[in-house]
C-alpha cells in the first residue's frame, strides 16, 4: 500500500484526496495535512464565538458555473447538488455581472461544506496544526518535516499550499526545480485582501435589500455581503452575519501592517456606507495575503512534477485558475499523475 500525503485541505487538496481514494480504494493510504486548525483554506468559514449568530464565509462567496464547465465538470456539480452542499444562488446581488449561460450557486452551510464534502468522501487521516516546513528526498521515500517538530516517510507527496509558501519550504524542493519551473513558479501573482465577518445578534434585521453587492468608487471596500441571507440561511434566534472583502489596492497599501490595526480602518468605511447597521457581538479580521491568483503558471497542465520517484507534484489553483473549476481542472490533472506512478 502506497503512503501518499496531500498538504493542504483546501478545495484542490480535498478533491486529490477524493478522486484518489475512489480511483486507487484500498491500494492507498492517504493523510492530508493542513497548518490550519480546520478544513478550508480560502474556502473558510467562520463560526462566531457563541452560536447566537450565523457563520460567514471569509474566502471564496459563490460558485460560477460557465456554461463550458457546467458541462465539462457535470459529475461534481451534480453530486453537490444531490446532496445539497450546492444550491442556485438566487437573491439579489447588486452589481454581479452575468455572463452568458453561467448560473451562481451558494452553499446553505458555508463555502467549507464544499472542502468538507469531498475529504469526507475521501476517508483520509486529517491532520490540523500539521505545518510542512521541510521535504527531503530519502532514497524511494520523502521525509516531510514539520513545525511542531519531528518526521514522517511518505511515497508520494502532493503539495496544494500557495506557490510562495511552496517556495518556502526548506530541504530539497526548491533546488531540484529546474531554471524553467523555478522561472514560472516565481512568475506566479497573487491578489491581497482583507476581509471582514461581523456577527449580529438575533434581534438584528438588515434594512437593504440585497444579499450582496459590489461596491464601486471605494478605495477601502470591494464587497459586503449578508452572508446568512446570500445562503437563504436566515433563520429566528440567530442572527445574521456580514461579511466584509476589502479592494486590491487597499489589501496591498496596507498588506504588512497587523490585521487588529487595519479592521479601524475598514469598519469606519462600513459605517459610512452603511450608517444604520447595527453593532455586532463580535467581529473577526482576515488577511489574505494570497487571495485570487492574477498570473498563474503559463502553459500548465494543471499540475507541476517537481520528481518522477518518489513522486513529488504540485497543484493547486495557481497552475490552473482562481476558482471552484480551477481547482476541479488541477485536481483532476494531478490524479492522472498519481495514477500513472502509483
Ligand atoms: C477573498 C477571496 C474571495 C474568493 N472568491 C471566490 C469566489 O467567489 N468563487 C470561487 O470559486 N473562488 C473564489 N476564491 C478563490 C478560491 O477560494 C480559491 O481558488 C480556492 O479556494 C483555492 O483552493 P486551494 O486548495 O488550491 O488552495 P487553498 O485554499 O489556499 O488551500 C491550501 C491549504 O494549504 C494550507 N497550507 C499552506 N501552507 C502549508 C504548510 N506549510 N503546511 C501545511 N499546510 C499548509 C493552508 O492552510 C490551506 O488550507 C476566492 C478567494 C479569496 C481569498
Known amino acids: 500500500m502506497s503512503r501518499v500525503l496531500?498538504?493542504?485541505?483546501?478545495?484542490?487538496?480535498?478533491?486529490c484526496a477524493c478522486l484518489l481514494r475512489r480511483e486507487l480504494q484500498s491500494r492507498v493510504h492517504i493523510q492530508v495535512w493542513d497548518k490550519a486548525r480546520g478544513s478550508g483554506g480560502r474556502m473558510s468559514t467562520s463560526r462566531p464565538p457563541d452560536s447566537s449568530s450565523h457563520s460567514a464565509d471569509l474566502g471564496a462567496q459563490y460558485i460560477t458555473a460557465t456554461s463550458a464547465y457546467a458541462q465539462s465538470h457535470h459529475s461534481f456539480y451534480s453530486e453537490l447538488l444531490s446532496s445539497g452542499v450546492l444550491q442556485p444562488l438566487d437573491s439579489l446581488v447588486e452589481g454581479l455581472k452575468q455572463k452568458d449561460g453561467s448560473k451562481d450557486y451558494m452553499t446553505p452551510l458555508g463555502m467549507s461544506s464544499?472542502?468538507?464534502?469531498?475529504?469526507?468522501?475521501?476517508?483520509?487521516?486529517?491532520?490540523?496544526?500539521?505545518?510542512?516546513?521541510?521535504?527531503?528526498?530519502?532514497?524511494?521515500s520523502w521525509e516531510v518535516q514539520r513545525k511542531a517538530g519531528g518526521s514522517e516517510m511518505f511515497d508520494v507527496v502532493v503539495l496544494t499550499m500557495p506557490v510562495p509558501q511552496i517556495l518556502q519550504l526548506e530541504g530539497d524542493v526548491v533546488q531540484m526545480l529546474s531554471v524553467q519551473q523555478k522561472q514560472q513558479l516565481d512568475g506566479v501573482v497573487y491578489s491581497s485582501r482583507f476581509a471582514i465577518a461581523l456577527f449580529f445578534p438575533p434581534d438584528v434585521i438588515f434594512s437593504f435589500p440585497w444579499a450582496a453587492r459590489y461596491v464601486t468608487n471605494n478605495h477601502c471596500i470591494r464587497y459586503i455581503a449578508a452572508d446568512s441571507h446570500k445562503r437563504n440561511a436566515d433563520t429566528p434566534g440567530r442572527g445574521p452575519s456580514l461579511v466584509v472583502h476589502t479592494s486590491v489596492p487597499f489589501g496591498l497599501e496596507h498588506l504588512e501592517r497587523d490585521k487588529?490595526?487595519?479592521?479601524?480602518?475598514?469598519?469606519?468605511?462600513?459605517?459610512?456606507?452603511?450608517?444604520?447597521?447595527?453593532?455586532?457581538?463580535?467581529?473577526?479580521?482576515?488577511?489574505?495575503?494570497?487571495?485570487q491568483v492574477l498570473t498563474s503558471v503559463p502553459d500548465c497542465p494543471g499540475q507541476m512534477t517537481i520528481l518522477d520517484r518518489p513522486l513529488l507534484v504540485c497543484g493547486g489553483d495557481a497552475f490552473s485558475h482562481s476558482n471552484f473549476d480551477g481547482c476541479v481542472e488541477s485536481a483532476l490533472s494531478v490524479l492522472s499523475v498519481l495514477k500513472a506512478s502509483l
Open 260 to 291: 487588529e490595526d487595519v479592521q479601524p480602518i475598514i469598519l469606519q468605511e462600513l459605517y459610512k456606507l452603511l450608517p444604520d447597521l447595527p453593532q455586532p457581538i463580535s467581529i473577526k479580521c482576515q488577511k489574505w495575503r494570497y487571495s
Open 6 to 15: 496531500i498538504v493542504g485541505a483546501g478545495l484542490t487538496g480535498s478533491l
Open 114 to 140: 464544499v472542502v468538507k464534502h469531498f475529504l469526507s468522501q475521501s476517508e483520509a487521516d486529517l491532520c490540523f496544526e500539521h505545518h510542512v516546513t521541510g521535504l527531503y528526498c530519502r532514497g524511494t
